[in-house]
């Protein structure tokens, strides 16, 4: 499973040993994670993405100098119109309502999806200990009421989430040839408070331009297509082997084998498997992040994707695409972030839970959905958790598989 200029890179590692691998440490600073977390090498990434991607199309002012949506603003009434149409299609009795979040907290140290990330713990601000104890006091008429804290850092990107446009980039743009000196927006605030670590904070650093507030207010509503590679070409457990490159042809191969016509402004959603190779620590694999299989760079990709306006791409992975790829005899870390959230303005869904999705689709062939949601509105913020729902059309052969 590979493109014409893109190949897979290596075999699958143990999980102690995942960052061991070439571009580990590139890897995970990208995604936001402190160096010290890993162990230190010296092999990164040398392929150079602004000669990669020099002819490769762009989105920049397509909707104005000024715009922060990016390939969002292709989903409109029509779009939105065409979900409608695929949940309520003519020979649906129902409809199947389900969502694609993993959970953002859990009983081990670390999270098995993103193990250089400690997972989010909360605990009671306030419960019926708290009254009893003196620490509240009920409300006039007696009404009582619990509340929640989290204890620890909380990584926005840490499950489940949607990318913002300005998330990744390359030189010193980043999408719309905003400056990349804007990713790096300072906020002074009045009142410190103090941090997770027992600092105190009175300035934060965010994005000026680009953030996922724009995404939140806009929405994420359209036909969402299923493309079930895991599979369609996948070995045990249906699921793509770790390394595996994702190409064109097998997005458009798996579409044609699940009889699903994938249109102009879609939301493709690619199921490989490995959100529950991750949580069911399947015996054959020992799953690491930098061997994950995913989407592979190639030219026709890009240019199928930005004459296609697809509006976001989803996936249960960390990073959509395949996280190191070799090109042309180079090595590059995520290659698609920079042509697609850079240069098109198309953001990812990350960490989505498919499983149950998939399984539904296979048993009544319907892969095309009304896909909905909107990532919690943090405002300067990279990205942001989402909880997206499909919204799925029962048909008489699913509904007479559940009596």
Same mark, same amino acid.
């Given at each position: 499973?590979?493109?014409?200029?893109?190949?897979?890179?290596?075999?699958?590692?143990?999980?102690?040993?995942?960052?061991?691998?070439?571009?580990?440490?590139?890897?995970?600073?990208?995604?936001?994670?402190?160096?010290?977390?890993?162990?230190?090498?010296?092999?990164?990434?040398?392929?150079?993405?602004?000669?990669?991607?020099?002819?490769?199309?762009?989105?920049?002012?397509?909707?104005?100098?000024?715009?922060?949506?990016?390939?969002?603003?292709?989903?409109?009434?029509?779009?939105?119109?065409?979900?409608?149409?695929?949940?309520?299609?003519?020979?649906?009795?129902?409809?199947?309502?389900?969502?694609?979040?993993?959970?953002?907290?859990?009983?081990?140290?670390?999270?098995?999806?993103?193990?250089?990330?400690?997972?989010?713990?909360?605990?009671?601000?306030?419960?019926?200990?708290?009254?009893?104890?003196?620490?509240?006091?009920?409300?006039?008429?007696?009404?009582?009421?619990?509340?929640?804290?989290?204890?620890?850092?909380?990584?926005?990107?840490?499950?489940?989430?949607?990318?913002?446009?300005?998330?990744?980039?390359?030189?010193?743009?980043?999408?719309?040839?905003?400056?990349?000196?804007?990713?790096?927006?300072?906020?002074?605030?009045?009142?410190?408070?103090?941090?997770?670590?027992?600092?105190?904070?009175?300035?934060?650093?965010?994005?000026?331009?680009?953030?996922?507030?724009?995404?939140?207010?806009?929405?994420? $509503?359209?036909?969402?297509?299923? @493309?079930?590679?895991?599979? !369609?070409?996948? *070995?045990?457990? =249906?699921? %793509?082997?770790?390394? #595996?490159?994702?190409?064109?042809?097998?997005?458009?191969?798996?579409?044609?084998?699940?009889?699903?016509?994938?249109?102009?402004?879609?939301?493709?959603?690619?199921?490989?498997?490995?959100?529950?190779?991750?949580?069911?620590?399947?015996?054959?694999?020992?799953?690491?992040?930098?061997?994950?299989?995913?989407?592979?760079?190639?030219?026709?990709?890009?240019?199928?994707?930005?004459?296609?306006?697809?509006?976001?791409?989803?996936?249960?992975?960390?990073?959509?695409?395949?996280?190191?790829?070799?090109?042309?005899?180079?090595?590059?870390?995520?290659?698609?972030?920079?042509?697609?959230?850079?240069?098109?303005?198309?953001?990812?869904?990350? $960490?989505?839970?498919?499983?149950? @999705?998939?399984?539904?689709? !296979?048993?009544? *062939?319907?892969? =095309?959905? %009304?896909?909905?949601? #909107?990532?919690?509105?943090?405002?300067?913020?990279?990205?942001?958790?989402?909880?997206?729902?499909?919204?799925?059309?029962?048909?008489?052969?699913?509904?007479?598989?559940?009596?």
């Amino acid at each position: 499973m590979s493109d014409n200029r893109s190949e897979a890179s290596g075999g699958g590692v143990e999980r102690r040993e995942f960052v061991r691998g070439c571009g580990a440490l590139a890897a995970f600073a990208a995604a936001g994670v402190s160096a010290g977390d890993v162990t230190a090498q010296s092999d990164r990434p040398e392929g150079d993405l602004e000669a990669l991607l020099e002819e490769m199309p762009r989105n920049w002012g397509r909707w104005g100098e000024d715009d922060e949506l990016g390939a969002l603003n292709f989903l409109g009434s029509a779009e939105a119109l065409a979900g409608v149409r695929a949940a309520t299609r003519e020979d649906a009795t129902g409809i199947e309502t389900f969502t694609l979040q993993t959970s953002m907290t859990g009983e081990v140290d670390r999270d098995p999806i993103f193990p250089t990330r400690t997972v989010a713990r909360r605990t009671n601000a306030q419960d019926e200990r708290s009254y009893r104890e003196g620490e509240a006091e009920p409300s006039a008429g007696g009404l009582k009421f619990s509340d929640d804290r989290f204890v620890n850092s909380l990584y926005p990107q840490g499950t489940t989430h949607v990318d913002a446009p300005g998330h990744a980039w390359y030189g010193d743009r980043i999408y719309n040839g905003f400056d990349a000196e804007t990713t790096a927006a300072t906020k002074e605030f009045d009142e410190p408070l103090e941090g997770c670590g027992g600092e105190s904070v009175s300035e934060t650093r965010g994005l000026g331009r680009a953030d996922v507030s724009h995404v939140a207010d806009h929405g994420i $509503v359209g036909r969402g297509v299923l @493309l079930d590679v895991g599979r !369609a070409m996948g *070995g045990a457990g =249906d699921r %793509l082997e770790p390394n #595996a490159c994702i190409s064109r042809a097998d997005l458009e191969r798996t579409a044609d084998e699940q009889g699903v016509a994938l249109g102009p402004r879609d939301v493709p959603v690619i199921r490989t498997g490995s959100v529950a190779r991750a949580r069911d620590d399947d015996p054959e694999h020992e799953w690491a992040p930098l061997e994950e299989p995913g989407l592979c760079y190639s030219e026709g990709l890009v240019e199928w994707v930005h004459e296609m306006e697809f509006p976001v791409i989803g996936g249960d992975t960390l990073s959509v695409e395949k996280n190191v790829q070799i090109i042309d005899g180079e090595e590059y870390l995520v290659p698609l972030h920079g042509a697609f959230h850079r240069n098109l303005g198309v953001p990812f869904a990350e $960490v989505l839970w498919l499983e149950d @999705l998939a399984e539904s689709a !296979a048993a009544d *062939g319907v892969y =095309d959905f %009304l896909f909905t949601g #909107a990532p919690i509105n943090i405002e300067r913020a990279t990205g942001a958790m989402i909880n997206p729902v499909a919204m799925k059309a029962t048909t008489p052969e699913s509904a007479d598989e559940s009596e």
